[in-house]
C-alpha cells in the first residue's frame, strides 16, 4: 500500500458498477459460497469494505457522511504509512496504537466516530476471513457527553474547560434568521433568493427539520390535514417517515416564496419539484430546477452568522436543538417532541428534557425560605 488513489473513487458511481461487475470474475467465495477474503489483495479488500459496508444499495449516503468516511479512512491509511504497516500487519499491538493515537489526536466526538469506522472495517476483515481473530474487541472508545454540546479549551495548556450547548435563545434565533436574506449578492432574481433564505431560516427554526431533510423538501411534501391545518411529510434518518405541522408565519412565507417564483400555491401532494433550487446564474426560472445542496445551505447560514456577529461555530443543526428545547420549555409532553423530531429512541429526547429542567432549578429554590 504507497497510495491513497482509492480515496479518490469512493463516491464514483461508475468505479462502484464496476467494482461489482468485476466481482463477477473474482474467485472470492469458500466452499460455503461466503465472501472469503483470506487470499485477496489489500487493495481489494479495501474496495470491498466500501463496497459491502458502506455503499450499499439500500442506504442513500448525504454530503457529509461521505466526507466523514473519506476523512477518517485517510486518517487511518495515513497512520499506516507512517508506521511503514499494511493492512496485513494489523493485530492487537497495531489496534492498540492506533487507539491510543485517535484519542490522544481528536476530540471524544471526533475520535468516537473514527474509531467506529476503524471497529467496522476490522469486523468486516474477520467477517471475510482476511484477519484470523476478533480484532476489534480490543478498541476503546471515549466517552461522549450526553446532549449537544461544543467543548472549548478556556486556558492554553490546562485541561480545564467551558461547556456550551450548541443551540439559541429566542432572541437569538429572531435575530440571527433576519440575517438570511441580507447574504444575497446577487442583482439577478434577488428578490426571490432573499425570500427563499427568509424561508430556510424559518423552516429551521420552527420545524427543527435536519439540513437534509430541509433540502429534500419538494412541493408535494405538503399536505392539508382533515381539519385543514397544513403538515410537512419528510423521510428522515433510516428512512423513517414523520409528520411536522407548520406554523402560520412558515405557511405564509412558503407561500409568498412560491409566488414570487410565478408558480401556484395550490398544494398539490404528486408534485415533486424540489421547494429549495439553485437560482443564481438562471436568466429565468425553467422547469428543471437544480436541488439546493447542502453545501450551499450550510453557506448561507454561515454567512448569515457572521454578518450577525454570532459564534462561528453555529450551523444548521443549532436550529433544530434550540426547536427541541424551545418545545420542552415549553410543556409540549415528551412523547410528542420525539415524534416531530425524529428521534429514534425517546432517551435522546429526554436529554433535553433533563437539561431544561437543570436550567430551571432556580424556580424551586426560590420556593425554599432560607432567611428569617
Not at 32 to 60: A, M, P, W
Request: charged share 25%.
Amino acid at each position: 500500500m504507497n497510495d491513497l488513489t482509492i480515496l479518490n473513487h469512493l463516491t464514483s458511481e461508475q468505479y462502484l458498477s464496476q467494482l461489482k461487475y468485476k466481482l463477477e470474475d473474482r474467485q472470492l467465495l469458500d466452499e460455503h459460497r461466503n465472501l472469503s477474503l483470506s487470499e485477496s489483495s489489500e487493495h481489494e479488500f479495501l474496495e470491498l469494505f466500501f463496497l459491502v459496508k458502506i455503499f450499499t444499495s439500500n442506504k442513500q449516503l448525504s454530503p457529509h457522511t461521505i466526507k466523514a468516511y473519506r476523512t477518517d479512512s485517510k486518517t487511518l491509511l495515513l497512520f499506516l504509512i507512517e508506521h511503514s504497516l499494511s493492512f496485513r500487519d494489523i493485530g492487537f499491538p497495531e489496534v492498540k496504537a492506533y487507539n491510543k493515537y485517535i484519542n490522544e489526536k481528536y476530540a471524544a466526538k471526533s475520535a468516537v466516530r473514527k474509531l467506529e469506522f476503524f471497529r467496522r472495517l476490522l469486523d468486516f476483515g474477520y467477517e471475510t476471513q482476511f484477519y484470523k481473530a476478533h480484532l476489534s474487541t480490543w478498541i476503546s472508545k471515549p466517552t461522549l457527553k450526553k446532549g449537544h454540546y461544543i467543548i472549548e479549551e478556556t486556558r492554553q495548556n490546562d485541561a480545564q474547560t467551558r461547556v456550551q450547548v450548541r443551540e439559541l435563545n429566542q432572541r437569538d434565533a429572531e435575530y440571527l434568521i433576519s440575517f438570511f436574506p441580507k447574504v444575497v449578492k446577487a442583482n439577478r432574481n434577488r428578490e426571490q433568493l432573499e425570500k427563499r433564505n427568509l424561508l430556510i431560516g424559518y423552516l429551521l427554526y420552527t420545524t427543527g427539520l435536519r439540513a437534509s431533510e430541509l433540502v429534500n423538501l419538494n412541493w408535494g411534501s405538503f399536505r392539508y390535514n382533515r381539519q385543514g391545518h397544513i403538515y410537512a411529510d419528510v423521510i428522515g434518518k433510516g428512512k423513517k417517515p414523520r409528520t411536522i405541522p407548520m406554523r402560520e408565519e412558515t405557511i405564509e412565507l412558503l407561500f409568498d416564496y412560491r409566488k414570487s417564483l410565478g408558480e401556484s400555491i395550490d398544494i398539490n401532494p404528486y408534485d415533486s419539484s424540489p421547494v429549495f433550487f439553485a437560482l443564481y446564474n438562471k436568466k429565468e426560472l425553467g422547469e428543471n430546477k437544480k436541488r439546493l445542496s447542502y453545501p450551499s445551505l450550510y453557506k448561507i447560514v454561515k454567512e448569515a452568522v457572521h454578518l450577525a456577529g454570532k459564534h462561528s461555530k453555529i450551523s444548521p443543526h443549532w436550529f433544530r436543538h434550540t426547536f427541541v428545547t424551545m418545545l420542552l420549555e415549553n410543556d409540549v409532553p415528551l412523547a410528542i417532541v420525539k415524534d416531530w423530531a425524529g428521534h429514534s429512541d425517546i432517551s435522546t429526547t429526554n436529554i433535553y428534557l433533563e437539561r431544561v429542567n437543570q436550567d430551571n432549578t432556580h424556580v424551586h429554590l426560590n420556593k425554599v425560605n432560607l432567611f428569617r
